[in-house]
């Protein structure tokens, strides 16, 4: 069964304090793993797809990377406007469907 | 780029009412709409995909009946929820994909309250 998992659950930083929120996948046949920014009481806002193994992805102090196991999301010196739910999800080759992780809760603190 | 607007943002009713939420895509010819459903620091769980100008395929456990989905154009797609009881009381958001390589893009979600 396909399945994503993310974590730690909450992840609490000072402000310029970097860090590393993972996301651990299983999935018959990998289409494509998307990492979302969510904020309270919002819908999901796109970050980035990654579709292959070794492939990276950056935006301003965030990076994504993959593996055939699991993607990373890197937070370099994060700000206190950094602070939201970040989603990831994977989306199989078979009936492309998108599942996605419960989420890391990331607080910055000034 | 990629805009999908969701509304209304919050509705509050009475039990047994049945609500509409409309979500449309801005600036994109969204081929296909999700439908997801989020309850407090939980994940989201996908009610329905629907196709324009076909019938939406429903997740399991997703009452078909009680959660109609009508996606007829490529910008617009509804959910109503009839006989809206309590236990519907949920956030509700939609998302849009242009299809292909594209990511879903999604609304800002619909806070519904059954009283």
Redesign the interface.
Known sequence: EDQVTQSPEALRLQEGESSSLNCSYTVSGLRGLFWYRQDPGKGPEFLFTLYSAGEEKEKERLKATLTKKESFLHITAPKPEDSATYLCAVENTGGFKTIFGAGTRLFVKA | G?V?S?HPSWVICKSGTSVKIECRSLDFQATTM?WYRQFP????M?MA?SNEGSKATYEQGVEKDKFLINHASLTLSTLTVTSAHPEDSSFY?C?ASGGG?Q???????T?LSIL
């Not at chain 2, 990511?103 to 979600?109: A, K, L, R």
């Open positions: 990629a999908v969701q999700f620091k939980q994940s989201l996908l995909t958001i998302s390589d990511p879903q893009h999604f609304g800002d979600g806070r």
